[in-house]
């Protein structure tokens, strides 16, 4: 393990920002730490880089006691949502900060610095000011601040939540090129499960400073802990008052075993996908379904069908 | 003093504004045709009536007895050591306000102490307060009657308090924006990379403050140079000792020397506006760096 947090608690006055928080990261890994927005996850992220100081509980990072440890000497790369770029240095300078103040020889450090300003992209900005970059390559930058002096695990607070979609989509796929390429263990903080699910190897959900699960994508999103979890990382509808997948429904004209009967009150084509709103004795649900089968239901406004789960068989479904 | 807190502000704001990045052009339309022939001829008028016209004045006067009159009368010995004492405790007055000003503004950013907004409005305090008075207050603590048993009067350590006093907050005023405006993140940043607290105060917090350091000094320095009300009881005018150069200007008008009076005005203006003009330099190369 990497980074292991143990029986953490972290209060600010009466707010109970982390609760006896317990995680363990494996070397190697890409973990995203997923949860709506409201302290928790960046506090936790902090305390593991020593920027909080943690009421009770142990930090141990690369099998070292980290608890007490200042943020300089524990070995952590840390990149923060708005940059934190130092605007006083070039690019060039800004990457080399960490080696500068450790004293390495200059050749070692201009080696050192043409590397990573290849590796994000910035050759042709290194002699700019972090004012002269735009947002997405000031986040790049700070990146390969981070990495300059081979932190034991990268830490990253929300790295793209100030850029706007589509440079947050562009950032998202390269950091886990990157992270294939550096194999640094890797944190990072966000409250969009979209992009937790698309980079991450492993998802840590918080919700009110608690850790409600551990797990791969897959894992959470097929088998929650919880109806918190289940509807934070999908969409979610409700049958007979259970939550279920809209895309877990299965529609058909004649009865089947353990069908229920529903009115649809409105079909919505949203390109290969359709959207049915139905209902039920008085309650709304909505089911998601392909626009093959939508048709072959021949579906319309005012139509009786008939619903139930799909058996939760998704092997043998995939292989039909 | 309306004059030079107008270049603090600013200075002030030329520091705090980040440069637009070069490829977005400016949001705001310059003013075409005949708004832009008014507001410039508004402007240069009132400048001109204001400011250039006294000052070329001056200079105009300081060459009445041609350049060698003029170069006479700034070195008889009595406006050369005037001079000297006006430059040199102006320049120890600027350096000991750069680190103290500096020093309080972090304690009123930084440190949460109790009494800090009855602290920050002291500040303002040598602003408000007609020189004249403040110069009698240090004459009272600080005079032959001290009650501290502290006697600076007529000596030139004297001075040296009266233009502390009165160019404390110059150095305050430029830096405590900027400190609160500082991205403390950065300083997290410089930490998580190795830094020690030392390391970050001399290679992240120094270099941010510097320019508004320079900035707030380099007003403290003219306005030094310029100090006539606080300084003219405690100093007691004491020829080639406490005599600062407004008072020798002064002097002069009051033995109708004009043309040397103007003359000792033409230099106290040219060092002053090498001052300014370099701070404008400073900031201009500042904020290029954004």
């Known amino acids: ?320 | 003093m309306a004059s030079s807190t107008t270049v603090g502000g600013a200075g002030v704001s030329l520091l705090g504004a980040p440069p637009a990045p070069p490829a977005t052009p400016s949001r705001r339309r310059p003013l075409h045709g005949k708004g832009k022939a008014i507001g410039l001829s508004l402007v240069m008028t009132y400048l001109s009536i204001i400011v250039l016209i006294p000052l070329a004045a001056v200079v105009w006067h300081s060459q009445s007895n041609g350049f060698s009159g003029f170069v006479h009368a700034v070195t008889t010995p009595e406006a050369a050591s005037t001079l000297k004492l006006t430059i040199y405790s102006s320049i120890l007055v600027a350096a000991i306000n750069m680190v103290m000003g500096t020093a309080i503004a972090w304690v009123l950013v930084r440190d949460k102490l109790p009494g800090r907004t009855f602290l920050d409005t002291l500040i303002d305090l040598p602003f408000a307060l007609p020189t004249i008075v403040a110069g009698l207050a240090l004459l009272t603590v600080y005079g032959p009657n001290s009650p501290l048993g502290v006697n600076l009067a007529y000596q030139r350590a004297g001075v040296v308090v009266a233009l502390l006093f009165v160019t404390l907050p110059f150095v305050v005023r430029t830096v405590q924006p900027v400190l609160m405006e500082l991205d403390t993140e950065m300083e997290q940043a410089a930490a998580s990379l190795g830094a020690g607290p030392g390391t970050i105060f001399v290679r992240i917090i120094l270099p941010n403050m510097f320019p508004a350091m320079a900035a707030g000094t380099a007003l403290a320095f003219a306005r030094s140079m310029s100090e006539f009300g606080s300084t003219v009881l405690i100093s007691g005018n004491i020829p080639f000792q406490t005599q600062v150069a407004s008072v020798h200007v002064y002097n002069q008008l009051e033995s109708d020397n004009v043309a040397g009076a103007a003359a000792v005005s033409t230099v106290l203006l040219i060092v002053s506006l090498v001052v300014l003009v370099a701070l404008d330099m400073l900031q201009r190369w500042a904020a290029r760096r954004g």
């Open chain 1, 1 to 320: 393990m990497s980074i292991i947090v143990r029986d953490v608690n972290k209060s600010f006055g009466d707010f109970a920002a982390l609760t006896d928080v317990s995680v363990e990261i494996p070397s190697g890994s890409l973990t995203a730490l997923l949860g709506p927005s409201g302290g928790a996850k960046s506090t936790l992220l902090r305390v593991i880089a020593g920027l909080e100081k943690a009421d009770s509980g142990l930090v141990e990072i690369e099998g070292r006691d980290a608890t007490k440890l200042p943020a300089q000497d524990r070995g952590v790369g840390f990149v923060f949502q708005h940059y934190a770029a130092f605007k006083h240095l070039s690019v060039a300078r800004n990457i080399a900060f960490g080696l500068e103040i450790r004293k390495r020889p200059k050749a070692e450090i201009k080696k050192k610095v043409d590397e990573l300003l290849e590796l994000v992209h910035l050759e042709q900005f290194a002699h700019r000011y972090p004012a002269q970059l735009s947002g997405g390559q000031r986040q790049r930058m700070a990146l390969a601040r981070a990495l300059a002096v081979e932190p034991q695990v990268l830490l990253l607070d929300e790295p793209f939540g100030a850029l706007d979609a589509q440079v947050r989509k562009e950032l998202r796929a390269w950091l886990r090129r990157l992270h294939d390429q550096v194999h640094v263990t890797t944190v990072f903080v966000t409250h969009d499960q979209e992009e937790a699910m698309e980079v991450a190897d492993s998802i840590v959900v918080m919700a009110d400073g608690k850790v409600e699960q551990i797990g791969s994508p897959d894992q959470l999103y097929e088998a929650p802990a919880n109806d918190f979890v289940m509807s934070f990382l999908g969409p979610v509808t409700k049958l007979g008052g259970e939550l279920v997948r809209p895309h877990d429904l299965e529609l058909s004209i004649e009865p089947r075993p353990d069908t229920v009967t529903a009115k649809v009150t409105r079909v919505t084509r949203l390109g290969f996908e359709v959207r049915v709103d139905l209902e039920i004795e008085g309650e709304e649900l909505w089911a998601q379904v392909t626009r093959g089968s939508s048709e072959q239901l021949g579906l319309v406004e005012g139509q009786t069908l008939f619903v139930r789960r799909s058996a939760p068989v998704r092997a043998a479904a995939a292989v039909s």
